[in-house]
Every structure is written in structure tokens, then in C-alpha cells.
């Protein structure tokens, strides 16, 4: 949550502190305003991100990271959450200054259709990565396609998440009702994982970055072989019905332990978003922050080799910020306002 001009150590820095302070600068702000050495307050910023088995929490964590590294007087801190529908009214309602979320989530929230009563004041700094739907079966459950998980117990994503939203339109695009025609539970990808490691669960649902470290730790597990189920063929219906958020993206073959051919999988763009009345150098600099220093974002999670100032610009359903305007402007970037 946002917390402007909170003033640093005036309490408990003492006369002293004060004194060491000033003469370590050469007695300057004491020619001045002997009061300006306060001045330069620290703005903390929060960055909503998703569930901790997932990639939106450590890239949410390495964006907190570059922006209080490189951005004068701003401390930004990554917070675990329910994912993007539950960001989007985090944002709007400035409880959070930043968030990753969903392409398809972030268009519903500004256009107020879908999981929104009304259309929120957000907007997008930057198109991220794709956001990769991962459909997660465990081997020896007769789970092939997407109509296979009729009868079965599977995981849609936590309630108020992207998964979710994401899921149930994969389900819808495929004639399962997912009232009836599955047992559904609704948990987060770490949880999921859980699940279908200890058997209690057939599949589940995620979306999020390519490799993601839950999915990993699941296919690694002794005794454990799991398979990526492709969902590319609803694409179509979803578009068609939802808006051109989707599209078909392959997962290679190999990225995880036992998964040994392509799949083609549904994704949609992750974006950066913030609330309309956010200041335009602000969030100038935030991007200056993440585009500069990209790799320090990449020691964090290789999926950050996706960030890329050419593509930050194609495939946003949300508008851009004025800050971010310029910014894209000012690297040469033809952007669509």
C-alpha cells in the first residue's frame, strides 16, 4: 500500500546522528534549510503479484528489487495475493501501487465486463511475458485431452485468480460445466501440486511463466510422472466469445522432467499495471528501472528473458499510462495511444 512522505529516522537519529550527518555533507543543508536533511523522504510503493509457488511473486520480487535499487527515494516491496482479478481491485482501489496480472483479467476490469460490476481506473506500464496455461496431469489417469477430465477431481486455480478465469473458459470452449461435470477445487499452484502429488487430485490448472518452480518440484518428485495436457484448440472459441486476448504458444518438450514431446497451449500477455492517477515521472522511472537493468531481473527468474522493450508495446488490451507513453516514445518505440 502506497505510504508517501513518511520522513526516516527524525525520532532516533538524535542530535548527535544530526550532527554526523550534516558534517559528512559539509555542513550544507545547515547554510540552508537545516531542516532539508528530512526532506528527502522515502515513498513506498507495493507490487501485487500471486501465489508463492507461482512466477508472479519472485518477478514481482526482482521488480521490487530494481525499482528500490535505481529509483531515487522509493522502497518497493512484492506482496503475495490471490493473482489478477483480486489485483486489479487492489490497484483500482490504491491498496496496491503496482501489480502483475492476466491480459484477459486486466481487459475485463477496464472495460468492466466478466468478474467486474464496474469498469476500473487501470492501465498498463508494460506488456511483461506470456502468461502460459499449463494443464497438469498426473500419469496413469487416463488424461489425454482436455475432455478427459470429465469425472475427474481436478484444481481450477484460487478463487479471485487468472487461473481461474482462464480455466473455466478452457473448460466452457471444451462442453465440461464445471459444476457438474468435474469434482473442483480451487487452489493455488503450490497447493495443486500438493494435491497431485499425494493423490487427492487428478489435474490442475495454472498459468504462469515457463518453467514454474511448483510444477517443477512436482515432476521432479520420486515415483512422480506427470504429463502437459494441450488446450490450444479452444483459442479459437474463447476469442471469439472473450475478445483477442489468446493465443497459441508451444511449450517445448524437455522444459520439464518426463515431459518429452511439444505441447500447444493456450496464453495471454502478463501486464504491469498501476491506477490511472499514478505520476507520469514515477512511473517513468519504474520502467527505466526494469529496462535498464533487465539483467538483474533474469538472476531472479529466467523468465525475465522474455522482458523486451519491443514487445512491451504489442498486445496490450488495457491503455497505456501517460508515463509509460513517453517513456516508449522516448526509446523510439511506435505505441498506440
Not at 27 to 35: D, H, K, S, T, Y
Not at 296 to 317: F, T, Y
Request: glycine share 12%; charged share 20%.
Amino acid at each position: 500500500m502506497a505510504q508517501g512522505g513518511r520522513t526516516k529516522g527524525k525520532s532516533t537519529l538524535g542530535r548527535r546522528g544530526f550532527m554526523k550527518a550534516t558534517a559528512a555533507m559539509g555542513g550544507a543543508f545547515i547554510l540552508g534549510n537545516p531542516m532539508s536533511i528530512w526532506a528527502q523522504a522515502q515513498k513506498r510503493i507495493s507490487i501485487a503479484t500471486g501465489g508463492m509457488g507461482g512466477v508472479y511473486y519472485p518477478m514481482g520480487g526482482g521488480i521490487a528489487a530494481v525499482i528500490s535499487k535505481y529509483v531515487p527515494n522509493v522502497e518497493a516491496a512484492a506482496e503475495v495475493t490471490a493473482a489478477s482479478v483480486d489485483n486489479c481491485k487492489l490497484v483500482a482501489a490504491k491498496k496496491s501501487d503496482l501489480a502483475i496480472i492476466m491480459g484477459d483479467v486486466g481487459y475485463d476490469a477496464w472495460a468492466g465486463t466478466g468478474k467486474f460490476k464496474e469498469k476500473l481506473p487501470i492501465v498498463n506500464l508494460a506488456v511483461l511475458y506470456p502468461n502460459v496455461t499449463q494443464l497438469v496431469a498426473r500419469e496413469g489417469k487416463g488424461i489425454k485431452q482436455v475432455s478427459d477430465l470429465k469425472g475427474k477431481t481436478i484444481s481450477t486455480g484460487a478463487p479471485g485468480s487468472g487461473v481461474e478465469i482462464i480455466a473455466l473458459r478452457i473448460l466452457e470452449a471444451n462442453g465440461i460445466d464445471p459444476d457438474k461435470d468435474i469434482k473442483r477445487d480451487r487452489l493455488g499452484a503450490s497447493e495443486s501440486a500438493g494435491a497431485v502429488k499425494d493423490g487427492k487430485m487428478d489435474a490442475y490448472f495454472w498459468c504462469g511463466g515457463v518453467p514454474t518452480a511448483s510444477i517443477l518440484d512436482l515432476a521432479a518428485s520420486p515415483g512422480m510422472k506427470i504429463s502437459l495436457i494441450s488446450d490450444a484448440d479452444a483459442v479459437p472459441k474463447m476469442t471469439a466469445k472473450y475478445g483477442p486476448v489468446y493465443y497459441k504458444i508451444t511449450i517445448p518438450k524437455g522444459t520439464y522432467p518426463g515431459v518429452e514431446q511439444d505441447v500447444a497451449v493456450s496464453a495471454v500477455a502478463n501486464l504491469l499495471i498501476a491506477h490511472e492517477a499514478m505520476d507520469d515521472k514515477l512511473v517513468y522511472d519504474i520502467l527505466a528501472a526494469i529496462f535498464d537493468h533487465k539483467p538483474e531481473l533474469v538472476a531472479i527468474h529466467k523468465q525475465a528473458e522474455s522482458i523486451d522493450l519491443k514487445s512491451a508495446v504489442v498486445g496490450s488490451p488495457v491503455p497505456f499510462h501517460k508515463g509509460a507513453i513517453k517513456y516508449f516514445k522516448d526509446k523510439g518505440l511506435d505505441i498506440k495511444t
